[in-house]
């Protein structure tokens, strides 16, 4: 009975994958050290980032009175990781047993949460940058628009695209029977689909928005560098840092979706054995980005421990929504300055132009 499950399983994953290389109809699955790696990053990840970030939201919800529009998004941030650590013990499970036994819905359910967590938190990377871009550009503008409506309309919108742009794992994860255990893989019924769902994956959650951030942040970066401006520099830290620290995590990733891309479309059974092996490993890393905003926050309001106790987040908080207005009545000082030496300039060519009128009627 066991062998006719066993081939049974195989010949579903074969028939699947029957125009993939022979190297990629095998599911590589993470045994002896590297399993090891990634329960103990998989554990580090709950253990700090779950009470972590309930700690953020409860601070947020309860401790603030007023919730600025950058609360909110920190809010949304600390929600999309959350709900992705819900899903460690379903893999920390798999990792120790080496196989899934939760079946296919749960297989498919755990993969979509982590892929909509991914997507919700690159996006409201992206929001935050292209809020304190408008600030600095545009200032008037940034302040008309900045409302707590208009925040959350833009918010419910980057968690239905997020939605919307997590159903391939709906697609492509399932459950097939390995060596007589059910195992939760990805299934593609070509080459060209796994192409296809790495490269969407890798485009729309990471280069896509962070060209954008990248972009954001060297305009104003130029704009305030000649410019003697002061702001607190913890909390501006603290959302560069934010960005850095998601970066990194996701970066090993993205580059492994790639690997086994091109090892696909070059044949070289060598570059998709190198991703499929290091893939869980980059991911456990990509799932431990969930729990490192609390860290963020606890060294950056560390001088607010001690004044504010458990309100210390709080304090950060506020000192963050506050830098934003910042870089808006700064923007709005340049610009008025600005508008101030141009009126200025032209009143002086009216002043000297009767004057050139009168020396030409001398002359002639």
């Known amino acids: 009975m066991a062998e006719t499950t066993t081939v049974i399983g195989l010949t579903t994953i074969l028939s699947v994958n029957s125009s993939f290389s022979n190297s990629t109809k095998t599911p590589h699955l993470s045994t002896g050290v590297s399993a090891k790696i990634g329960i103990l990053i998989l554990l580090i990840a709950f253990i700090i980032g779950f009470p972590g970030n309930a700690f953020v939201i409860w601070t947020i919800l309860k401790q603030m009175k007023k919730r600025t529009v950058t609360c909110l998004l920190i809010l949304h941030l600390a929600m999309a990781d959350i709900i992705v650590l819900l899903t460690a013990p379903f893999f920390l499970h798999l990792l120790s047993t080496g196989y899934w036994r939760f079946g296919k819905i749960i297989c498919k359910m755990c993969h979509y949460v982590s892929c909509l967590s991914m997507y919700t938190s690159i996006f409201l990377i992206m929001f935050m940058s292209m809020d304190r871009f408008l600030a600095v550009a545009k200032p008037y503008t940034s302040q008309k628009l900045r409302t707590k409506k208009t925040v959350r309309v833009i918010v419910a919108l980057i968690w239905i695209l997020a939605s919307l742009f997590a159903t391939t794992m709906f697609v492509y994860r399932g459950v097939i029977v390995w060596k007589d255990r059910p195992q939760c893989i990805a299934l593609h019924q070509s080459t060209n689909h796994m192409v296809f769902q790495y490269t969407f994956e890798t485009l729309t959650g990471f280069v896509i928005p962070f060209t ?124 008025q300055r600005s508008h101030t030496e141009s009126v200025e300039l032209e009143k002086c060519f009216e002043q000297t132009e009767p004057s050139k009128n009168m020396l030409s009627n001398q002359t002639h």
């Open 212 to 335: 954008i951030v990248v972009f954001c942040y060297v305009y104003i970066g130029l704009r305030l560098r000649t410019a003697k401006f002061q702001t607190k520099q913890k909390t501006s830290r603290l959302v560069i840092m934010i960005i850095v620290t998601f970066a990194l995590f996701w970066l090993p990733y993205q580059i492994v979706n790639m690997l086994q891309v091109s090892g696909e479309i070059f044949s070289s059974p060598s570059l998709t054995n190198a991703a499929k092996a290091a893939r869980p490993n980059v991911t456990a890393l990509a799932f431990f980005s969930s729990s490192a905003n609390p860290i963020l926050y606890v060294f950056a309001g560390g001088n607010f421990i001690k004044t504010a106790g458990v309100g210390f987040m709080a304090k950060l908080f506020e000192g963050a929504a506050s830098e934003t207005s910042s870089f808006r009545k700064f923007s709005q000082v340049l610009r």
